[in-house]
């Protein structure tokens, strides 16, 4: 069955770099979402789309944006990153309609030096 | 503030055994509650969801028990195995405030010996 996809896996930047992380979703899910998650913590969540709109936010920095497209996959941007950046980012996809249940992606292991 | 606690320190258990993790909450009333499965790098994979009004659910070796008086769930693993050895986080959903975003705990890490 088709899953998540995040590219990168892996990222290096250095502080006051830009990043940009890509999700591409479960097909005819319509629910994307991102979050960071820092060693030995939860998962935290960032933002959320619902067919191509914002429709969740937590804590995302002023710096990064996030954005679906049309064919559904969606980006995160962060800027100006710093070295409490690094961390694992994952997106998560889900059916509005589908219980709750959220199918995560590998993830983007960023490291910001 | 909301909070969930997960058992930071790691639960050992022998293969065969039945596993029993906790997640307590508080200043939270949710409507739905989460079991994840995470292993080291890779993202979270949804195992079982229980409703606000159902007491206990079952999924194969898996059972998930749901006290809102206590503000507490029980996550079991019967028979465990070896390949049961992850981290496992609960996630709570709805009511308070209104989202359904899920709020994770830290989770906690099962070692089952061989």
């Known amino acids: 069955a088709a899953g998540v996809i995040q590219s990168p896996r892996h990222l290096i930047k250095e502080k006051r770099e830009t990043a940009t992380l890509k999700c591409y979703p479960i097909p005819r899910h319509d629910t994307v979402y991102w979050y960071q998650q820092g060693p030995g913590q939860d998962p935290q969540f960032l933002i959320s789309f619902y067919e191509k709109m914002q429709s969740d936010k937590g804590s995302i920095p002023d710096r990064f944006s996030a954005q679906q497209f049309s064919d559904y996959h969606s980006e995160l941007n962060m800027s100006s990153l710093e070295l409490g950046d690094s961390a694992l980012y994952f997106c998560a996809s889900s059916q509005r309609d589908g219980y709750y249940e959220q199918y995560f992606g590998p993830g983007t292991r960023l490291t910001v030096t | 503030s909301q909070k969930i606690e997960q058992n930071s320190e790691a639960l050992n258990i022998q293969e065969g055994k039945t596993a029993t993790l906790t997640c307590n909450y508080t200043?939270?009333?949710?409507?739905?509650l989460q079991w994840y499965r995470q292993d080291p790098g890779r993202g979270p994979v949804f195992l079982l969801l229980i409703r606000e009004n159902e007491k206990e659910k079952r999924k194969e070796r898996l059972k998930v028990t749901f006290d809102t008086t206590l503000k507490q769930s029980l996550f079991h693993i019967t028979a465990s195995q070896p390949a049961d050895s992850a981290t496992y986080l609960c996630?709570?959903?709805?009511?308070?405030?209104?989202?359904?975003?899920?709020?994770f705990g830290r989770g906690t890490s099962l070692i089952v010996h061989p």
């Open positions: 200043n939270y009333s949710p409507a739905y």
């Open positions: 996630a709570l959903l709805g009511r308070s405030g209104g989202s359904y975003i899920p709020t």
